[in-house]
């Protein structure tokens, strides 16, 4: 189901109400569905998906739902610090009802479709992980069957387990069985989050990842992200918060006692989405209702502004 934004989620301090470099998220936040946008190459486009039934089914700790529009809450307070023509616009969110995940997903990847048809940067607000098959749907419609579309996850897990319905821990081995144009690079990966049939599974199907003990911002792992991106046409960036440290994360899922430093995450998008053909972002698993004082939510929303401003810089070099 479809529902439309809900502006009183955005509200914060106001420092000026002229002066644009003073302003914050909230004050420059338009409200608009997909049917009201023309193309707007400098515009950001924000999508809720309210589910975590993906994440029921992969018998994990339940809320993620919740995260859209406290996300939202969040951002609505920090500085706005890229450049006026740089719009921000909330589209919503697509909410999945009664279990109806399958539906859900196909909704999202409508909707996400149709922000990229309009030339802008869609932002995914999750949700469970699920939140990245309703992702990649949009970005494959939205390319055609023929282009190489990459998967670039920022994650503790593969989410290639076998099971008898689609959840939270499936999604890359449903799209690397099924589509042959496909190819999955997934940062951080912990030893003893997955098992070793996993770890076979990941390398029948061609993944490619790098240990979380291995990764860095430094040079072996940029070079991988340069040649990953090289060989596809389009990527996408997915970042899943249970990758992150437990004690600068709590609020996941299934929180990680050895993950990453949030600055370690925070280089790692930086890096992504300024990349030439990395074209969309969401985020997934921030859990609200298993949060402390409200950190991963708000860790969570200084990564979304470090991903947009990757975003930005690229509109900026072209201009």
């Known amino acids: 189901m479809y529902q439309l934004a809900n502006s009183r989620l955005w509200q914060g301090r106001i420092d000026s109400k002229t002066d644009f470099d003073s302003f914050r ?38 809320g993620a739902k919740h995260a859209p529009d406290e996300l939202r809450k969040a951002l609505a307070a920090l500085p706005y610090h890229f450049e006026k023509y740089q719009k921000l616009i909330d589209t919503g969110n697509i909410i ?51 282009k190489k579309l ?29 589509d042959i144009n496909a190819g999955y690079l997934v ?8 098992t070793k049939a996993l770890f076979n599974k990941a390398d029948k199907l061609g993944c490619q990842y790098i240990l979380a003990e291995n990764l860095s911002t430094e040079c072996a792992t940029k070079l991988a992200i340069d040649d990953f991106c090289h060989n596809h046409d389009y990527v996408l960036l997915t970042l899943c918060t249970d990758s992150i440290a437990a004690s600068a994360a709590p609020g996941v899922s299934a929180p990680a006692p050895f993950g990453l430093d949030p600055l370690v995450v ?46 930005a810089d690229k509109v900026i070099e072209k201009e």
Not at 29 to 49: C, H, P, S, W, Y
Not at 302 to 310: P, T, V, W
């Open 150 to 178: 990459g998967l670039i996850n920022i994650d503790a897990h593969f989410d290639m387990r076998e099971a008898d319905a689609p959840s939270s821990g499936t999604m890359f081995r449903q799209i690397l069985e099924t």
């Open 187 to 194: 940062l951080g990966i912990q030893s003893f989050g997955n």
């Open 25 to 62: 998220f909230h004050q420059v936040v338009e409200f608009k569905n997909t049917e009201e946008l023309a193309d707007r190459k400098q515009a950001f486009t924000i999508v809720g998906f309210e589910c975590d039934e993906g994440v029921r089914r992969n018998e994990g700790r339940l």
């Open 266 to 311: 925070r280089g790692l998008i930086s890096y992504i989405t300024r990349k030439e053909n990395t074209r969309s972002f969401d985020i997934s698993e921030v859990n609200p209702l298993l949060d402390e004082n409200g950190k991963t939510v708000k860790l969570a929303a200084y990564l979304i502004a470090e991903a947009m401003d990757g975003f």
């Open 96 to 146: 999945c009802e009664d279990g109806r995940l399958e539906s859900a997903q196909r909704e999202l990847g409508n909707h996400i479709e149709n922000l990229l048809k309009r030339s802008t940067t869609p932002i995914i607000l999750g949700g469970g992980h699920e939140t990245l098959y309703g992702h990649y749907l949009g970005a494959r419609q939205f390319i055609g069957a023929d």
